[in-house]
């Protein structure tokens, strides 16, 4: 199927463990984008990337890594889970009239 | 700083009533203000979009109202229904490219039967 697909869906894990959130694209947009999503701030950019090998940071990088070794794919890892980090997250992908294409999300709940 | 103010945060409105929900940005630069709609466990999905050429786009029920002078638009749902239940979020960006899409914090929206 077309879109964005995001895995996990539902991920628990501990303070201080590494985590990789997946996200895939069956278009080929060169924009793609991870936000997280938090009761009264609305989605937060975290980081994007205009084409593979390509990134930067966006609003709250701190404490993720990404990494777009090919157009499909762009991963968000997060080095050292910190409570402060439980949210949802949302990969998005933009086509060339600027419409933004959102996944499923992951949410992410650090213990 | 906050790039796009939303308001209000909830609103509640009797089915066959009119929902409206307001945006204000910031940077004079923006040239593409979507609205999001979404709905719980889904990511957000465009729901209508405007450029400031236009003062006004509609599309069925939904319309954008765009100030650019005063650098504020607006979401109107005409004769909103149950399954209008959602967030909804504005957002302001440059239309083209890497840009990032500036969200509003979100207005979650109960149509009562």
């Known amino acids: 199927d077309a879109g964005i697909t995001q895995s996990p869906r539902y991920k628990i894990t501990e303070t201080g463990r590494q985590v990789t959130l997946m996200c895939h694209q069956t278009?080929?947009?060169?924009?793609m984008f991870w936000y997280r999503q938090d009761l009264g701030h609305g989605l937060r950019l975290i980081y994007y990337?205009?084409?593979?090998?390509?990134?930067d940071k966006g609003e709250v990088p701190d404490g993720y890594v990404v990494s777009r070794s090919k157009t499909e794919n762009f991963p968000l890892t997060l080095e050292s889970a910190t409570r402060s980090q439980t949210s949802v997250y949302f990969c998005?992908?933009?086509?060339?009239?600027?419409?933004?294409?959102f996944g499923q999300g992951t949410r992410l709940t650090v213990v | 700083q906050q790039q796009v103010k939303q308001s209000p945060q909830s609103l509640i409105v009797q089915k066959g009533g009119i929902s409206i929900i307001n945006c204000a940005y910031e940077?004079?630069?923006?040239?593409?203000f979507p609205w999001y709609q979404q709905f719980p466990g889904k990511g957000p999905a465009l729901l209508i979009a405007?450029?400031?050429?236009?003062s006004e786009k509609k599309e069925g029920r939904f319309t954008i109202s765009f100030n650019k002078s005063a650098k504020q638009f607006s979401l109107h749902i005409m004769d909103s229904q149950p399954g209008d239940s959602a967030t909804y979020f504005c957002?302001?960006?440059?239309?083209?490219?890497?840009?990032?899409?500036?969200f509003g914090t979100g207005t979650r929206l109960t149509v009562i039967p």
């Open positions: 957002a302001a960006s440059k239309q083209t490219g890497a840009n990032n899409l500036f």
């Open positions: 405007i450029r400031p050429d236009v």
């Open positions: 940077n004079t630069a923006f040239d593409y």
């Open positions: 278009w080929s947009h060169s924009y």
């Open positions: 998005a992908s933009r086509d060339g009239q600027g419409e933004a294409f």
């Open positions: 990337s205009a084409a593979a090998d390509i990134t």
